[in-house]
């Protein structure tokens, strides 16, 4: 297993954690007391059968992909004769339901109850899910903007990162995104611009590599705390099915409705093909200026 996460050195450490994760919990728990020659398509099979059972198939998959990595490396060093993984069943996913959206009056509503949610407010959520719908941004990326990457002369917002939690470090802003594509420059509606403006006004002087949405007692935001307090303010606002995933998706569907090409759209959401774009939520690196007319329309 260590040496296979050798060879992982130019991946993220988010993807490498996961990976280590599969191993610790699953894998060697289950597999970890066999020899080799023991590990057999049979034993893989019904192992993977059982990590989707009790962790579902999104779960399996990843475990199969780091188990085939490790069998991978023993056959190249011939310590057995053979991926044992290569043959056993192909998990299948399946079908996943359209992710729904909110239509623009529900956006404005949402917006104004979550002003009178109290704990939303202590939170400091109301602006935080207007800035995500107003970019189309998710938590992690939002959470790590910090003042030096906005410009609100030119209306617009660099994203140059994203907050994630590590083992044994805990919160960091990583100087990357989930794709190469989510590095990008995107325009502000005037309306977020304004709020943004009031934003830093009632907060006087400020480093500008603080984080523009900090954690309440400062510091980085944790994108899975904030999940969690989203969903009770979602609840209270009696839209629990909401998830931050239809903040994105609520985005690219009224760019869509205006018009704008899957491309534009991916710029606006950071996905590197166009296809993920149209399959799942309906380059380049600065959003077509349509879309920020299209989201003036939340406000």
């Given amino acids: 297993a260590q040496a296979g996460f050798a060879s992982l050195g130019s991946q993220p450490p988010t993807t490498r954690q996961s990976y280590r994760n599969r191993v610790n919990n699953q894998i060697l728990p289950a597999l970890g007391e066999l020899r080799l020659r023991e590990l057999t398509t049979g034993t893989v099979d019904r192992f993977l059968k059982t990590v989707t ?3 579902g198939p999104a779960m399996a998959k990843m475990t199969r992909s780091v ?7 023993a056959a190249r060093h011939d310590a057995i004769d053979r991926n044992p993984v290569r043959d056993a069943q192909v998990i299948n996913h399946p079908r996943k339901a359209t992710p729904k ?3 623009v009056n529900e956006v404005r509503q949402l917006r104004a109850l979550m002003t009178y949610d109290d704990k939303a407010v202590e939170r400091d959520l109301p602006e935080f899910v207007s800035f995500m719908l107003a970019t189309g941004l998710r938590i992690g990326e939002a959470s790590a903007v910090t003042w030096a990457a906005v410009d609100l002369d030119a209306d617009r917002v660099e994203v140059r990162g994203t907050v994630v939690r590590l083992t044994g470090q805990g919160l960091v802003l990583m100087a990357t995104t989930k794709t190469s594509a989510g590095m990008r420059m995107l325009a502000l509606p005037s309306w977020c611009v304004q709020m943004l403006r009031a934003r830093a006004a009632r907060r006087g002087a400020h ?3 603080d984080p523009i949405f900090p954690a309440l007692k400062r510091g980085l935001r944790d994108p899975s705390n904030t999940q969690a307090d989203l969903r009770d303010s979602l609840a209270w606002c009696g839209l629990d099915w909401v998830t931050s995933h239809v903040f994105r998706k609520t985005t690219a569907t009224l760019l869509d409705n205006a018009g704008l090409s899957a491309r534009a759209i991916a710029d606006q959401l950071g ?4 296809s993920i774009t149209q399959d799942v939520y309906m380059g380049r690196k600065i959003a077509s200026p349509e879309a920020t007319l299209a989201l003036e329309q939340f406000d």
């Fill in 53 to 55: 059972k009790c962790s």
């Fill in 67 to 73: 188990l085939s990595g490790m069998c991978g490396l």
């Fill in 101 to 103: 959206s909110l239509t």
């Fill in 207 to 209: 480093n500008i590599e």
């Fill in 271 to 274: 996905h590197a093909q166009p």
